[in-house]
């Protein structure tokens, strides 16, 4: 029998893909969030689907028939607070709230183990007080840690992308952070192989024009014939001059005055240069002005599928629902492969402890 997940604040469910993939079963997932939540159903149709505000479901309604039987909750509540300077806050800070829901799911259910994704100053705000609090928060649960930052590119993922990580385990020592792989893919690596569309241009549905060229490309293509979610952005004549200012490996340097703006995001205007890794993707990814998600050589941002190829994301994971609650979807998510090995990791010390 495959271990059981419960995966908190899914999203679409990179977490859980990750662990499908390392062989366990998820059984239940939350999203506040509809359209998401039916973009999650669509990829994952056998796991139990609560949509809803965490803060609203009864516990016992909806989670008594888990508790001590569940293997691993994951999950990554968002916490604000940490980013914050000056008055000291804590876990508990209001707007932290959400990762009160995570604790108290861990407390409720009992899990074997359970994982925890955030932003890296959560281990270092306020001189390691949030770090020093989240340990003294689950020990008195009976959970002992394991913590670290995560960069995805050490794991087979085409982006810088930096996540603090904790594993707990009740009551035995947690398995380590999963080493890093020592292989890295470029951004090329990764989308090399897709149609090279012009500004709106694309379809929802696709045949695949271009052969297989690298190994990241194989795997990212099993199981799929179809190619979904390749559409260029529909850019403004305005955007368009500006882009075709830029050449490969450039960026706003070659912009004239009068076509400068105000962004604050870094990257903005700059084409990712095809022969390294991505900045970090985020919801406005077809945007060129909001960071450096401009082709490496066409006129246009990345497309969906693009982004998603970025993270990690197999071409047979559809995202659906709105352009803008897709970009949501593929920039909020947990890179499935990072996932995988953190949940090979726990996996491996199943078993070692004849736990599974």
Known sequence: MKPKVIDLFSGVGGFSLGFEKAGFDIV??????????????????????????????????????????????????????FS???????????????????VKAVSYIQPKYFVMENVPNLFTSEK??????LENLFNELGYD?????????????????????????????????????????????AISDLAYLSSGEGA?????????????QELMRRYSDIL??????NHSSLALERLALIPPNGGKEFLPKEHLTKSIYSGTWSRMVKDEMSVTITTRFDTPSSGKFTHPFLNRAITVREAARIQSFPDF??????????????????????AQCIASAILDDLKLKNLV
């Open 28 to 81: 239940l997932a939350n999203e506040y969030d509809a359209e998401i939540a039916k973009s999650y159903m669509f990829n994952h149709p056998s796991t139990k689907m609560i949509i809803g505000d965490i803060t609203d479901l009864d516990y016992e309604h909806e989670f008594s028939d888990y508790v001590g039987g569940i293997d691993v909750i994951v999950g990554g509540p968002p916490c604000q607070g």
């Open 84 to 102: 914050q300077k000056g008055q000291r806050k804590t876990i508990l800070d209001e707007r932290n709230f959400l990762f009160q829901y995570f």
């Open 128 to 133: 390691g007080f949030f770090k020093n609090e």
């Open 145 to 189: 840690l394991s913590m670290g930052v995560m960069n995805a590119s050490d794991y087979g993922v085409p982006q810088h992308r930096r996540r603090a990580i904790v594993i707990g385990k009740k009551h035995g020592k947690p398995p380590l952070l999963p080493p890093k792989l020592g292989k890295s893919v470029t951004i090329w690596d």
């Open 204 to 216: 929802e549905q696709q045949e695949y024009l271009f052969s297989i060229q690298s190994s990241y």
């Open 228 to 233: 979904y979610n390749h559409i260029a952005t």
């Open 317 to 338: 994971f559809r995202f659906i629902g709105s352009k803008s609650s897709q970009m949501k979807q593929v920039g909020n998510a947990v890179p499935p492969l990072m």
